[in-house]
């Protein structure tokens, strides 16, 4: 939507926004602003705030997901949301707007699982063995490395380093080891050896 405002005539709006000179032009999405300018600008600059307020792919993908979710259409919605995971990296944020209680709600946790393991594919393996070698109380260090692996489908590995971060400090990184363990859970599926394993394992940690 496309709204034109009169400071003049909307002195209370001007004042809102801190409207000092015009044209004063800015965008909004879902209720906040993302993007503005003042006066004339090049068209590279207009094109550049277009992009930051119209919808991307990944928004009409997710929307047609969360569509064909509400229809009942499990196996279609499941398809857009993995086409909108594999467009963007707000992906993410995309998959927590699928209601717990939808059809494809298991769907959409099970990529928001990979997409989190996936994010470490590129940590640099030897730097991080490397730093705890010389240093094993480095948490950070020990908490790459497990997510690093499990990108890489080392679960099994991942897990150990994982639990060693839970088992020294539950806290660290926001609880981040804890939850990258219920990730590679949630992908390798409650049946999966590991799983069963590492479940008892990070459970007796826990409320040791």
Same mark, same amino acid.
């Given at each position: ?16 926004? &801190? ?7 800015? &965008? ?33 993908? #997710?929307? @047609?997901?969360?569509?064909? #979710? ?5 196996? &279609?919605?499941? +398809?857009?949301?993995?086409?909108? =995971? ?6 993410? =944020?995309? %998959? ?11 769907? #959409?946790?099970?990529? =928001? ?18 730093? %705890? ?7 950070? @260090?020990?908490?790459?490395? &497990?997510? #690093? ?8 590995? @991942?897990?150990?380093?994982? +639990? ?22 949630? +992908? ?13 394992? +990070? ?6």
């Amino acid at each position: 939507m496309l709204a034109r405002v009169n400071v003049d005539e909307a002195p209370a709006v001007s004042q809102a926004f &801190g409207i000092q000179s015009i044209p004063a032009v800015k &965008g909004f999405r879902k209720g906040g602003l993302v993007a503005e300018f003042i006066g004339a600008q090049p068209e590279a600059a207009v094109r550049q705030f277009l992009a930051a307020v119209l919808p991307s792919e990944a928004d009409r993908l #997710a929307r @047609a997901g969360e569509t064909k #979710a509400a229809a009942g259409n499990a196996a &279609g919605a499941a +398809l857009a949301f993995q086409e909108a =995971a594999g467009e963007a990296a707000e992906a993410l =944020a995309l %998959l927590e707007r699928v209601p717990r209680g939808a059809a494809v709600a298991r769907e #959409a946790e099970r990529l =928001a699982a990979e997409l989190r393991t996936r994010a470490e594919g590129s940590a640099d393996e030897p730097a991080l063995r490397a730093r %705890l070698a010389a240093k094993p109380g480095d948490l950070d @260090a020990r908490l790459r490395l &497990g997510r #690093a692996l499990a990108a890489r489908g080392a679960y099994a590995d @991942a897990f150990a380093e994982l +639990l060693e971060v839970v088992r020294r400090d539950r806290s660290f990184a926001d609880d981040g080891a804890r939850k990258a363990m219920l990730d590679i859970f949630e +992908l390798l599926g409650a049946d999966d050896p590991l799983t069963e394993r590492y479940r008892s394992e +990070l459970a007796r940690v826990l409320f040791r």
